[in-house]
């Protein structure tokens, strides 16, 4: 189970994700960002969050330690924007926390270079969890003391929004085209020797076990959390075994609603000079 801590300030919110999480102290005497239960994504992008933050750790990707936070919305009275105000009301609870990494700096490809090995690694991982948020445009990574970091893991496994369906969309391919490390020439074939065996049925089991049973409760289609974290392993475990195989780096995509890819032009030039290499 993952460590539970009770907040006692509200500090800051941050802008720069969509759910507008916070950061905030708690009764540890540490600093955390504080995903709310209450966001718009729901409690399924805390589920993710948790799985998959979990997951990279135990696979030795470098994750912010995550903790369980019960929050009291009255720590957030003195908070002059509206939207936090009503943030918080909607959050009282249980909600989750990232250990926060002060001094930290967002990932820059053009100041930080990654080797094939690791950049293997994290695209290997991402498309085991269907991850559809870490491209140049947000790449979601973080440089402290000279190592990447991994955050936001809150936008992948889209396959548990729909039970239904879960199978289906569990079994495609995974596009690296835009993912921020593909201009790296990650490792594939190496990172999924070194990973997949280590996808055990036993790990998921207990990565599974860290999300709260409140978060799992009323799925509809489903007798009770268990049942929940079952489906999970299961989709999970049977991924890891072929996900390497559908990895594809600028092959044919169906079209989206946004059209072609908008990276840059100095993106696009670099990625084609670090090929050529």
């Not at 936001?152 to 889209?158: F, L, Q, S």
Request: proline share 8%.
């Amino acid at each position: 189970m993952l460590p539970e801590v009770t907040a006692t300030r509200y500090v800051t919110p941050l802008r720069e994700g969509g759910s507008l999480p916070g950061i905030v102290e708690a009764d540890d005497l540490g600093t955390y960002v504080m995903k709310f239960i209450g966001a718009g994504q729901g409690r399924k992008t805390l589920v993710a969050e948790v799985i998959c933050g979990q997951l990279g750790r135990r696979l030795g990707l470098r994750v912010p330690d995550l903790v369980r936070i019960q929050l009291d919305p009255v720590i957030g009275l003195g908070e002059p924007d509206e939207e936090v105000q009503d943030l918080l009301k909607a959050s009282g609870g249980l909600n989750l926390g990232m250990d926060y990494l002060p001094g930290s700096l967002g990932f820059d490809p053009l100041a930080f270079e990654v080797g094939p090995a690791e950049a293997g690694h994290v695209v290997w991982f991402d498309a085991l969890i269907g991850n559809v948020d870490r491209s140049w445009r947000n790449p979601n990574m973080l440089v402290w003391h000279g190592k990447l970091w991994l955050i936001d893991h809150g936008a992948t496994m889209i396959w548990h929004h729909s039970w239904r369906g879960a199978q289906a969309v569990a079994a495609k391919p995974y596009d690296a085209s835009d993912h921020a490390l593909a201009p790296f020439a990650p490792d594939i074939e190496a990172a999924a020797e070194a990973l997949a065996p280590r996808i055990t049925e036993e790990l998921l089991t207990e990565v599974a076990a860290d999300v709260p049973d409140e978060w799992l409760t009323d799925e509809p289609g489903f007798d009770g959390p268990d049942a929940v974290r079952r489906r999970y392993v299961e989709l999970l475990l049977e991924r890891a075994a072929t996900i390497s195989d559908r990895i594809t780096f600028g092959g044919q995509r169906p079209p989206k609603e946004d059209g072609p890819s908008r990276a840059p032009e100095w993106l696009r030039i670099w990625v084609e000079g670090k090929a050529s290499e």
